[in-house]
């Protein structure tokens, strides 16, 4: 398969890291090294299953988190007398920390547009408050989010379905049609449902791309009513906040 898809969503490494962090609800000051870069080239192996455009960057971390994970496993000085080596994780930390205050201002940062950009707009048509909470908050769900869901998707098919012989062919602009004609007759579907409905892996991976490729045309969105929450696939709406809002409000 090659159908290679870069969308403007798609993040840095530091994000994935970031979000493996707080996927796993993990220490930052104390990053469990093994564990997060096992993950993080699960993700890797993922993107590169899908043909995704990887950045070098990505390639680079994972240099980087190999080294970290190798330092790690190195038995300690047993001389008490020489100095405490650094922790080889220190450099990362001190990174991801930076990375994610940049990213908080830049969200503030926005915020301020959005409420200088409203000053001069003509007042609000009156909306039915009842109608308004049906509706709920939802936000903007990460390249990753998808990732982590496909990647369930592909744990869940029986084992013994990878083994059959494939005898359906399925191409991403047919099924780019079928999903989007099913959101004509419901505007909205959970990833889950899309991906129950495929028979074998390589329909799985062709759904994917697909609904990656619905992202980047703009034909729909993805969201999550909370953080980690199941992804819905939804008709393209304007009334999204962005994915870097999310934690403020589980905070709250």
């Known amino acids: 398969m090659s159908y290679k898809i870069k969308l403007e969503m798609f993040e840095g490494p530091l994000d994935l890291l970031l979000y493996l962090v707080k996927k796993d609800h993990l220490n ?7 564990k997060v870069t096992d993950q993080y080239l699960e993700y890797i192996n993922l993107m590169q299953l899908l043909d ?11 240099a980087t988190l190999m080294q970290i994970k190798s330092k790690m496993l190195l038995p300690a000085q047993e001389d008490a007398a020489e100095e405490l080596e650094e922790d080889p994780r220190e450099e990362l ?13 830049a969200e503030t940062l926005r915020e301020k547009e959005e409420v200088q950009r409203e000053v001069f707009k003509r007042p609000k048509v009156e909306i039915d408050k009842d109608k308004e909470a049906d509706k709920g908050h939802y936000f903007e769900a990460s390249i990753f989010d998808l990732i982590n869901a496909f990647s ?8 013994e379905v990878f083994y059959e012989v494939i005898k359906d062919e399925f191409t991403i602009e047919e099924k780019v049609h079928g999903i989007l004609h099913l959101l004509l007759v419901n505007p909205s579907m959970r990833i889950s449902e899309l991906f129950a409905k495929a028979k074998n892996k390589l329909e799985v ?3 994917f ?7 980047r045309m703009k034909e729909a969105v993805v969201m999550q009513n909370s953080l980690f929450s199941e992804i819905e696939v939804r008709r393209n709406a304007n009334n999204i906040i962005p994915y870097e809002r999310r934690d403020k409000k589980d905070s709250n």
């Not at 369930?152 to 084992?159: M, S, V």
């Open 93 to 105: 930390v001190k990174r991801l920390l930076e990375y994610e205050r940049f990213k908080q201002i």
């Open 205 to 207: 991976i062709v759904t």
């Open 52 to 62: 995704l455009n990887i950045a070098g960057e990505f390639l680079v971390m994972a």
């Open 28 to 34: 930052i000051y104390d990053i469990p090294i093994s």
């Open 209 to 215: 791309l697909a609904i990656l490729e619905l992202i």
């Open 152 to 159: 369930q998707a592909l744990k869940d098919i029986p084992k």
